[in-house]
């Protein structure tokens, strides 16, 4: 008899922890690499915010997705209840002046963004209210092929490749929220360029209402 409440204490023990890591793998604010909400993927977004993001986040160029995108300029974004959230930490294109050299494949530009010999990109991190996800490898979407960009002083110097290190969010509850992004590039074509790292910490107030 001893030994079965043994047992029993711990088949117990052992369901809960279950349980909770469950509940803490449901309540991630920030959806897989792989999700599709919406039917839209980290690729498809990448070529919808192309302009957007190299036209310095016009507002003319916002694209029509079903999605609130957080971008900095706003004092904060007021949304819905339900409202699915795309967050974009860092993005790079093949406009002048080219970082390094320009990736030709997926593969080549996971190397690209993460090896400290090239972007080194490292950190990434979203956190809401206080929850962080880290944001790696997976998150990276591109080379996509896009329009001319806007990042340019004239046609020639004009990109058409953009690599997007992004994710996709959860709608949030009603109330006041917090989101911050972390990271930054940190390798040798990257101070190459603009002589230091570049280090980006925003955080977007989001009022879901």
Same mark, same amino acid.
């Given at each position: 008899m001893r030994i079965f409440k043994r047992l029993l204490m711990i088949v117990a023990v052992l369901t809960a922890f279950a349980s909770l890591s469950a509940g803490t793998a449901l309540?991630?604010?920030?959806? #897989? %690499?792989?999700?599709?909400?919406? /039917?839209?993927?980290? *690729?498809?977004?990448?070529?919808?915010i192309a302009l957007f993001n190299t036209s310095g986040n016009n507002a003319a160029y916002y694209p029509a997705t079903?999605?609130?995108?957080?971008?900095?300029?706003?004092?904060?974004?007021?949304v819905r209840p339900g409202t699915s959230f795309f967050v974009p930490l860092f993005w790079v294109d093949d406009s002048?002046?080219?970082?390094?050299?320009?990736?030709?494949?997926?593969?080549?530009?996971?190397?690209?963004?993460?090896? #400290? %010999?090239?972007?080194?990109?490292? /950190?990434?991190?979203? *956190?809401?209210?206080?929850?962080?996800?880290?944001?790696?490898?997976?998150?990276?979407?591109?080379?996509?092929?896009?329009?001319?960009?806007?990042?340019?002083?004239?046609?020639?110097?004009?990109?058409?490749?953009?690599?997007v290190l992004g994710a996709f969010m959860h709608p949030l509850t009603p109330g006041s929220h917090s989101v911050r992004i972390q990271g930054g590039v940190y390798g040798d074509d990257v101070i190459a360029v603009y002589g230091g790292p570049i280090v980006e910490d925003i955080t977007y107030p989001v009022t879901v209402r």
């Open positions: 309540a991630s604010d920030v959806l #897989p %690499a792989s999700a599709h909400p919406h /039917g839209w993927s980290l *690729t498809r977004m990448t070529s919808a079903p999605f609130q995108i957080l971008y900095t300029g706003p004092s904060g974004f007021t002048v002046p080219v970082l390094g050299t320009w990736p030709a494949t997926h593969e080549d530009a996971i190397s690209y963004f993460f090896d #400290p %010999a090239q972007l080194g990109g490292k /950190g990434f991190v979203i *956190t809401v209210d206080g929850r962080s996800t880290p944001i790696r490898h997976a998150y990276l979407a591109g080379p996509v092929t896009t329009p001319p960009l806007l990042d340019c002083s004239e046609p020639a110097s004009c990109g058409t490749h953009m690599i």
